[in-house]
Each structure stands twice: as structure tokens, then as C-alpha cells.
């Protein structure tokens, strides 16, 4: 009698746990590279390496927190009233970020104390730089410039005393609200940076005013 046929054992796939080992010997050097990146407060850094990252897996355009913080930021001074000096976009610039506010929505006239409805402005941006920033070394630099009328009032003899006077207020009321003293630095630079010339324009008194009002400004610069 013809003996049974002898069952073959199916192939083994030896080499299967291969494709499986490489994806998670990937995904641990994807990981560690991201952790070496941000070993030191290094916010492009960090920025470059996790966008390259998931955009190998993903090949879509993702958002990181610095580019959403950015959005933020100047959400608050279209809400305030720019002062006319938009944020550049030059590489440079990328590395931070320009707020800029027109005086009149921080200050009355000829005063350095701020308005309660710029309160409101100021705290977001105290909070955002609080969370956003807490872990780098970003310094705030806070620039007030004046337009070139004449003060010289008792208080502040000159456009200098007041642009000085209204830098420092918005640099105490950004301390007052968290911001650390160390990352602060407060300027006044008088009339010296118009973004609008008034000399020539005396005749024309409606021009004029405008040009001033443009220059009356508080700029927060952050650079990170």
C-alpha cells in the first residue's frame, strides 16, 4: 500500500522582524535626535529639527509652538492698534518677533501711566511670553518713541524724560505681571526714530498730526 504523502512544514519568514526592527531602531534615532536638539534652549533649533521630522513621516507642512506663539503675538497688537511699523520678515527678524503699539492705545497725552484699556493687551502678552518663553533666554526689549513736539512739561523736560518714563512703566507693568526683570530692558529714544517726517510739513497741519501720531509708538521687540 502507497504510503501517505508527507506534509511539507510552510516556509519559515525569517527575515520578517527585520522590516519591524528597523521602523523602531528609526523611531528611536528620530527620538533621540529630538532630545539632543533641546538639550540646550535652543528654540530654531528645536523648530528646524521637529518640523524635519514629521514632515519625513508626514510630508505635510505642520505648525510648531514658536510659529503659533508668533500668530499669537501679533493677534494681540492688531487687536491694540499697530502703530504703523509692521514685524519684519527678514531672516534676521525670524528669530524673534516686533510688537508694535501706537502710544495713544497705552498712554494719554504727555503721560507715562497706563491706560486701564491697554491692560488688557499687556497681560496676554505677559502670559504668552511667560508660558511660551519660560525655558529659553529670550530678552524683551521695550522701545518708546515720542514725536517731535515740544514737551516740556514739570514732569518730563523733554521728549527724553517721557519716552524714558513710558518704556520703564510698560517694563514694571510686564514684571508686575510675571515677566522675569532679567529678560527686560526698557528704552527711550525720544523723537530720534521718526517713522514719518514732520519738518517739512508744518504748513500742512492735518498732515502733520498724522505723521506725529505715527510716531508716537511703544515697540516690544523679543528675541529669542
Request: negative net charge.
Amino acid at each position: 500500500m502507497a504510503s501517505a504523502p508527507r506534509i511539507q512544514p510552510p516556509p519559515s519568514n525569517e527575515d520578517e522582524w527585520l522590516g519591524t526592527y528597523g521602523d523602531a531602531i528609526t523611531l528611536v534615532l528620530c527620538f533621540f535626535v529630538l532630545i539632543y536638539s533641546v538639550s540646550e534652549p535652543n528654540t530654531e533649533k528645536f523648530e528646524a529639527v521637529s518640523k524635519g521630522i514629521v514632515e519625513g513621516f508626514t510630508r505635510k507642512e505642520i505648525s510648531t509652538p514658536f510659529v503659533d506663539i508668533r500668530k499669537q503675538l501679533n493677534t494681540v497688537t492688531m487687536e491694540s492698534g499697530q502703530s504703523g511699523e509692521q514685524s519684519s520678515n527678514t531672516p534676521a527678524a525670524q528669530r524673534g518677533q516686533t510688537l508694535p503699539f501706537a502710544s495713544d492705545r497705552l498712554f494719554g497725552p504727555g503721560s507715562a501711566d497706563i491706560l486701564p484699556d491697554a491692560e488688557e493687551s499687556l497681560d496676554r502678552i505677559a502670559q504668552l511670553v511667560s508660558i511660551n518663553f519660560a525655558r529659553t533666554n529670550a530678552k524683551i526689549t521695550i522701545e518708546a518713541h515720542t514725536d517731535d513736539a515740544p514737551i516740556n512739561s514739570p514732569r518730563f523736560p523733554s521728549n527724553w524724560e517721557l519716552s524714558a518714563a513710558r518704556a520703564a512703566s510698560v517694563a514694571r507693568y510686564l514684571i508686575s505681571r510675571g515677566v522675569e526683570p532679567k529678560r527686560l530692558a526698557a528704552v527711550g529714544l525720544a523723537d530720534t526714530q521718526p517713522l514719518q517726517e514732520t519738518l517739512d510739513l508744518r504748513q500742512n497741519l492735518i498732515a502733520s498730526q498724522e505723521n506725529r501720531a505715527k510716531n508716537r509708538r511703544v515697540v516690544i521687540k523679543i528675541d529669542r
